[in-house]
């Protein structure tokens, strides 16, 4: 199973990353939330994965550790939250430039 | 124990709240209850400075969990000086937003700022290495708003890159804990200081691989190099009031490798040992190196402001690299310094790019009211490239005297970049007040944001004259960080567990 699972960390990761370095928005945003998924699966294996373990103490043994899956949620809300303030920034800066690429020309400076 | 150690959590967080729900849109309302509630946490911020000064480092147990099970707030010296710092800060942006009017070109501007104010507090306070992700997440969700705050095509877009690159390092930061918590099995700071040393040998590979991946993500707060790519973009593109804000942002990122490379990943460790400060060394030079060749090459007011920001990070993060406890004092001198020297430069940006036709370099259209803009600008430099007489000049000679044993690298590259930006900052001043070209402006009165700028030139005039105290305290605070068993008792960890 720990093989298993260490291959989904690194193909989501390898997934995010590819799409990460693109020129447009949304495959960039993408991205993001593979990788933000990897991550989320490693944080949950810090705890040690352990099969039909509850995760409270003394019922039944072995448990399961708690505090990984209480950090994961915790991560999981805020990645939910981040995705999408970055996509509504994504559609304000299409809406308004016409285009969705990442790069900055950095001549141009806002006008107040 | 006292609770007045989450106030400065608490109190932005439901003024932040209740001014969203109540005064939606009432500009006049927000605008009282901002100044009131900055007020308010300067003075929760001062006392809780005294009580730190007095008693030592106090922890404040969330919910009367006993560390390391429940989450701990800890109030020591530093924490209570930072917290200092980024309430003056606040008063300071509140107080020039209102007088520039930036704060009525968007929506909810107040709410934000009190948000960022809670994360940021949140930040220096936590004893936690989590909680610390969920407070960074807090201020970087705040300052999301911020940043774009106004609008316009160029803001959007900055807007995105900036938090692409932090939603990376977010997960960068995840990972970090991930594994401290797979070696250590808790992420309480001080309980990790004590259960590090006793770390089984097989394990300290994966503790470098997290002590690493934690140092980039406080690099890619404090703007180190190479990971300062998101900082000119951001902070030109952003509002100058909010730039100026964001002074202590990068600030966060230094505190927390202060916080980690003395508490958690001690030079005596043996898993970690002279990592820190291997890995800070060439990065801080290389991030002076880059900040100082910036100002040189700056095409915009704003962008110059940016790049001399990023040099004056690089100089706190080389103070920062030494990891001894002079070193360590003339690093925090440093970082107040560097604060309200990088706010002064971005609020006199903003000042004078609102009294000229636009913000760029060349071609220059004049300045309104160019005599006191000249004088502004002259006292921002004169801080910034840290000469005579206000307070970057002690800042940097506390430094190299620190760096003494290393004398020639640091030493070269501290003075040769203050050079650099001597050059800079002669250049743009010159550009700006000396060839003008066409009409001026017409002069703009804003007495309320003037006050507010030339706070934070008393501020340096302040750390100037009373730069002996200031030191002798901060000396007793770099040996308390050195010397983190007051920290780590303050927790009351379980014995023998």
């Known amino acids: 199973m720990e093989a298993l699972f260490a291959m989904a960390i690194g193909l989501l990761t390898a997934v995010g990353i590819y799409l990460m370095l693109r020129l447009r928005t949304y495959p960039v945003i993408l991205g993001l939330t593979f990788l933000s998924y990897g991550v989320n699966l490693f944080l949950f294996a810090s705890g040690r994965l352990a099969v039909n373990a509850a995760p409270i103490i003394g019922y039944p043994q072995p448990y399961a550790d708690p505090l990984p899956q209480a950090l994961v949620l915790t991560a999981i809300v805020i990645s939910f939250g981040m995705t999408a303030v970055i996509m509504i920034m994504?559609?304000?800066?299409?809406?308004?430039?016409?285009?969705?690429?990442?790069?900055?020309?950095?001549?141009?400076?806002?006008?107040a | 124990m006292s609770h007045w150690i989450i106030a400065p959590v608490v109190l932005p967080a439901l003024v932040a709240a209740f001014m969203i729900i109540l005064f939606r849109g009432r500009l006049m309302l927000q605008r009282l209850t901002s100044v009131a509630a900055v007020l308010a946490l300067n003075a929760v911020a001062l006392a809780l400075l005294m009580s730190a000064t007095t008693t030592g480092a106090q922890a404040y147990f969330l919910g009367d969990w006993p560390a390391p099970f429940g989450i701990v707030l800890v109030l020591d010296r530093l924490s209570a000086l930072m917290l200092a710092l980024g309430a003056g800060l606040g008063l300071v942006t509140v107080v020039y937003a209102i007088g520039s009017g930036w704060d009525a070109k968007g929506a909810h501007f107040h709410p934000l700022l009190q948000f960022l104010l809670m994360g940021i507090?949140?930040?220096?306070?936590?004893?936690?290495?989590?909680?610390?992700?969920?407070f960074f997440e807090v201020l970087l969700i705040a300052s999301y708003g911020l940043m774009v705050h106004g609008g316009g095509a160029n803001r959007l877009r900055a807007g995105l890159q900036y938090i692409a690159f932090n939603l990376v390092g977010s997960a960068l930061f995840l990972v970090a804990l991930g594994l401290l918590y797979a070696v250590t099995g808790t992420l309480n700071l001080a309980d990790l200081a004590v259960k590090l040393p006793d770390l089984p040998e097989g394990d300290a590979a994966l503790l470098r691989v997290a002590a690493v991946l934690l140092l980039l993500v406080f690099a890619i707060k404090g703007a180190l190099v190479p990971l300062q790519l998101w900082l000119p973009g951001t902070y030109a593109n952003a509002p100058g009031v909010v730039a100026a804000m964001f002074a202590v942002m990068t600030k966060v990122?230094?505190?927390?490798?202060?916080?980690?490379?003395?508490?958690?990943?001690?030079m005596d460790l043996a898993a970690t040992n002279l990592l820190y400060a291997s890995l800070l060394l060439p990065a801080g030079l290389a991030t002076l190196g880059i900040g100082a060749i910036g100002t040189l090459g700056a095409t915009t007011l704003p962008r110059l402001a940016a790049f001399a920001g990023i040099a004056s990070m690089g100089t706190v993060f080389v103070a920062i690299a030494h990891f001894t406890p002079a070193a360590t004092a003339s690093a925090l001198?440093?970082?107040?310094h560097s604060t309200l020297a990088t706010a002064l430069i971005f609020l006199v940006a903003d000042l004078i790019s609102r009294r000229r036709a636009h913000s760029g370099l060349q071609d220059c259209p004049p300045v309104a009211q160019p005599g006191l803009m000249g004088a502004l600008f002259l006292a921002a430099s004169i801080?910034?490239?840290?000469?005579?007489?206000?307070?970057?000049?002690?800042?940097?000679?506390?430094?190299?005297?620190?760096?003494?044993?290393?004398?020639?690298?640091?030493?070269?590259?501290?003075?040769?970049s203050s050079f650099l930006m001597i050059l800079g900052l002669a250049r743009a001043g010159s550009h700006l007040f000396w060839k003008p070209e066409g009409e001026a402006p017409k002069a703009k009165v804003e007495p309320v944001a003037l006050l507010a700028t030339l706070g934070l030139v008393a501020g340096l005039v302040a750390l100037t004259v009373f730069a002996g105290p200031v030191t002798d305290w901060l000396a007793e605070t770099a040996e308390a960080l050195h010397d983190p068993a007051g920290y780590i008792a303050a927790n009351r960890l379980p014995t023998g567990g």
Do not use: C, Q
């Open chain 2, 333 to 336: 001198y440093y970082i107040v």
């Open chain 2, 121 to 134: 507090n949140g930040a220096f306070l936590t004893g936690d290495a989590f909680n610390l992700f969920v």
């Open chain 1, 90 to 111: 994504a559609i304000g800066g299409y809406l308004e430039a016409g285009h969705d690429r990442v790069d900055l020309d950095d001549t141009l400076e806002p006008e």
């Open chain 2, 253 to 266: 990122g230094a505190y927390a490798v202060i916080r980690f490379g003395t508490l958690v990943f001690p």
């Open chain 2, 383 to 416: 801080a910034l490239a840290g000469i005579p007489p206000l307070s970057g000049f002690v800042g940097k000679l506390l430094i190299l005297d620190a760096w003494r044993d290393h004398a020639f690298a640091v030493w070269s590259a501290i003075l040769v």
